[in-house]
């Protein structure tokens, strides 16, 4: 599938910084709740990955292309401003950014993405395949703290960046390190002094906070890991996003009180990764994989 002419007036290219400032601005009014950092987190790691639409110098449309290390690319915060919908620009924008994306990684990478159940058609004309829908659960933060779960600053960031890597498709340390030390989120851990077994991040955004990721051996440090970040945050909004292939997540997020409130398709372009989806009880975001 490619994309025809844009119209007269229109054109696509990189992002500007105060572009991804409207575009998050977006987000937030179409109710993805964004988290507070997030542009700072991206812009800083991949300033490269945004991709803008504009009506003559006007912004009317946008989205992300990152780039880990040209090993593996994750597409998101696609929005096309509501008044310029419906004539085909979204498309065309789209795209794009997959074009451009592919052009970014090494050959035979694989691309990633969250979308909308009723776009997946779409996606899959434009060669993408499903993986598993992702499941948002949320309500109000109620939770235990565990003696052993400790600030994930008690281990090396390079033991950190180990574990992570066994649960997404390509290393992503200048990511991480962004992600985990972001102002005003708490990341924890568990695990022995040399080995984790166990993280999450919970991070604050517009509305409360979302936890993502949260990875970890098996759903007994799963829980332990969610019950110490729901009492750090007790009494806010929290959202956790989790693979519908890991059931043991499904059941964690529901035995806290939380509920389904949306849901979407992940999809891959390039092949499906090989991710253990059994210790992934949170994916990091929809927006950036």
Known sequence: MHAPPLPDGFSIGPMAREELTTLIGWASK???NPGLADADIAWEFDPEGFIALRQGAEFVGGGSILSYGGEFGFMGLFIVRADHRSHGLGRQLWLHRRDRLRQRLRHGASIGMDGVLAMVPFYQRGGFEFSTLDLRFEGTAEGMASAEVHPLDSWTFEVV????????????PEFLRRWIHQSGSHAVGIGGP???TGYGVARPCETGFKVGP??????EDARQILGTLLSRV???QVQLDVP???PAGLTLARDFGLRESFRCARL???GI??????????VTSFEFG
């Open 268 to 270: 891959y372009l390039g």
């Open 273 to 282: 990764p090989r991710l253990p989806v059994e210790r992934i009880f949170g």
């Open 234 to 236: 007790r009494g806010q």
């Open 30 to 32: 179409e109710g993805w």
């Open 161 to 172: 960046e180990r574990f992570d890597q066994l649960h997404v498709p390509a290393p992503r």
């Open 244 to 246: 519908e292939s890991n």
């Open 194 to 196: 040399e080995r984790l």
């Open 214 to 219: 949260l990875f970890a051996q098996n759903a």
